[in-house]
């Protein structure tokens, strides 16, 4: 059978899909182009039959083609980001076990080598695509679709594993949930590596027919300028995001501020999660731009599960209340349900959660409860809406939206050679939510500034996981055990 998604696209023909910095394309286009990919992929086989592939492409309308084309060929699609070093790109395509790589010529010079290296088909985007589309196989719903790595407990990134069925479950509920409608305009700024901006802007605005406007990257004045066309209905981001779009509109001359708060009043729709948002940063916003902005809840394996509402009250400091056929629950440490008032575990069930953790049985069987997955959050519930207290687990970090582990870092860090032990920790912090910070014991008569130490860790880590301050201590805090109290390591960055 076809994928809903491309009958859907199929019965939209010439309407705009994808609008870019230079061009407009049109669902028919996606569809013709995607053909072409997943023909090119394919290379006489007739089913790629899961095969798992990596790319590399910048946002656009070659991501949105590419990712379509993996899909229709019946593979599996594995997007990397494009901003993660070499270490992080080789571990990724190692992991899956990826057959193919595809990248924007951009990024051949990173990525050919560890393709050759690992004898893995390499396609860059600037080659030529076949002419005629050769007979597509059937994908049926329950197959694998997307591989997106997040950080776990245990250190290094997990494939979470999602089928068809999973994606089409989490689109239409927030289609639902958040009114889309093929008349709606996004402006797409998020990373695709990401379930924020792969599901919830994306794959959401392509299911409803709509308009997606994608950014090549996030940039402050090129938003606003967007929105001062006045032609945008949704808008969704971190809360770091929209503390960056305030500080833009701060600094802009007094007539331009008004133009541009007068055109966010013409949007239906802003949004903001990945990250617990700011008081101050949703008041500002709402001073700014007229907008109370929609808070909700999800993560890579379970889509989205909570949501304040479209229409009625939104309240500050809460992530609202179920999505459509999603289960909820809090439950206490024996796995207990728990009653409104006391706090407890997130836990959550329906058929937007992940199939499993890539060739991780173990992991995945320990990440359920009765068929509930666990979500390592603690949240309350006071007037029937959901508000998050935070991670159970201090190994996890939430900075700028993303979720990233504290032992991934350390792991990273033992590498330089002036590290004798270190600690990570986030720190609370008003524009990324949490600070990523490293406490460092040095060995004998060595020293090491902040510049020194980054520059060589962005060899090693994505850049928003490297630390953005550095203790240097005699040694580091630890209880009658010897194991290391993270609580004590954070508030040595209070002073």
Known sequence: MNLPLITRADEQGERIAIVTADRRFTYSDLLHVSGQIATQLLNGASDLQEQRVAFLIPSGFEYVATQWGIWRAGGIAVPLCVSHPRPELEYVITDANASIVVAHPSFAALLRPIAEAASIRFILTS??????????????????????????????????????????????SLITAWGWSPDDRILHVLPLHHIHGIINVLTCALWAGAECHMLSKFDAEAVWDRVAEANLTLFMAVPTIYAKLIAAWEKAAGDRQIALSQACAGLRLMVSGSAALPVQVLERWQTISGHFLLERYGMTEIGMALSNPLEGQRRAGYVGTPLPHVEVRLVDESGVAVPPGTPGEIQVKGPGVFLEYWQKPEATAKAFQDGWFCTGDFAIVE?????????????????????????????????????????????????????????????????????????????????????????????????????????????????
């Open 127 to 172: 080659e030529l695509l076949p002419a005629q589309i050769a007979p597509l196989p059937e994908v049926d719903g329950t197959r694998r679709a997307l591989i997106l790595y997040t950080s776990g407990t245990t250190g290094k990134p997990k494939g979470v594993v999602t089928t068809h069925h999973n994606i089409q479950a989490q689109v239409t």
């Open 383 to 495: 007037q029937d809406c959901y508000r998050i207290l935070g991670r159970i687990s201090v190994d996890i970090i939430k900075t700028g939206g993303y979720k990233v582990s504290a032992l991934e870092i350390e792991e990273a860090l033992r590498q330089h050679p002036d590290i004798q032990e270190c600690a990570v920790v986030g720190v609370a912090d008003q524009e990324w939510g949490e600070r990523v910070c490293a406490a460092l014991v040095l060995q004998a008569d060595r020293d090491l500034t902040l510049e020194a130490f980054r520059s060589w860790a962005k060899e090693y880590l994505a850049v928003y996981k490297v630390p953005t301050r550095i203790l240097t201590i005699g040694e580091l805090p630890r209880n009658a055990m010897g194991k290391v109290t993270k609580p004590a390591v954070a508030k040595l960055f209070d002073s």
